[in-house]
């Protein structure tokens, strides 16, 4: 699976918009980008994914740029809750192909 | 849904018991995964399994690591000799495989100290 390299930390307003950034450079075409996010001493969620389309759900959005060298997950009003660690995912998806690997993720603090 | 059952929650135990963790994926899923979760090392996957066959083990640390699934409703991750570096934070998680988009459900963890 391709390597991403996101920020360590972030802060984000309450309320505002988070953007929180990931570059996955060497993504090839049949790799996926899946997002998911770890709050204290939960299990991790898992958010959103896509391939090359911007998609859209309840939680989040994902754009993901034309080369798809890079994609930013946005949070549109980040709440108190939204506090968690989120980690960006590239994989294969589809028959043998299941397992994650995390990398060190993006800590974002929502601040009051 | 009760989700990914994980037991126990907590688990403190001295250097060289034996450890038992247990997993109920959720009631439909085919795929079970192990991960560990430390400071230093992040999360790791340790193991998974399709169809309750072991499928990848290739992140089990050691001979003292070994993981059963005797049926679509139950796993066990089982430590034996257990030592201090063992501590840390275990996660189970279930998923449809081949699914819409294979996402992984995690349970809530079992934290083990080794003392």
């Known amino acids: 699976d391709a390597k991403t390299t996101q920020p360590p930390s972030m802060d984000c307003a309450e309320g505002r918009a988070a953007n929180l950034p990931c570059n996955h450079s060497t993504i090839s075409g049949n790799e996926y980008v899946y997002w998911y996010r770890q709050i204290h001493s939960q299990g991790p969620q898992y958010i959103i994914h896509?391939?090359?389309n911007n998609e859209t759900n309840e939680m989040a959005s994902l754009i993901i740029t034309e080369d798809r060298k890079s994609s930013t997950l946005i949070l549109p009003h980040a709440t108190l809750r939204d506090t968690a660690v989120y980690y960006c995912i590239v994989r294969v998806s589809g028959a043998g192909s299941y397992q994650l690997t995390f990398g060190k993720g993006t800590k974002l603090s929502v601040i009051p | 849904d009760a989700g990914v059952i994980q037991s126990p929650r907590h688990e403190v135990t001295e250097m060289g018991q034996e450890v038992t963790l247990r997993c109920k994926p959720i009631s439909g899923h085919n795929s079970l995964f192990w991960y560990r979760q430390t400071m230093m090392r992040g999360l790791e996957l340790l193991i998974y399994f399709n169809n309750n066959v072991p499928i990848d083990d290739s992140g089990m640390p050691e001979d003292r690591f070994s993981a059963k699934m005797p049926n679509a409703s139950f796993s066990t991750l089982k430590i034996q000799p257990s030592e201090p570096r063992d501590s840390a934070v275990y996660f189970c998680?279930?998923?449809?495989?081949?699914?819409?988009?294979?996402?992984?459900?995690f349970g809530p963890g079992t934290r083990l100290t080794v003392l």
């Open positions: 896509g391939l090359k």
């Open positions: 998680a279930s998923t449809v495989a081949g699914g819409h988009n294979n996402e992984q459900f």
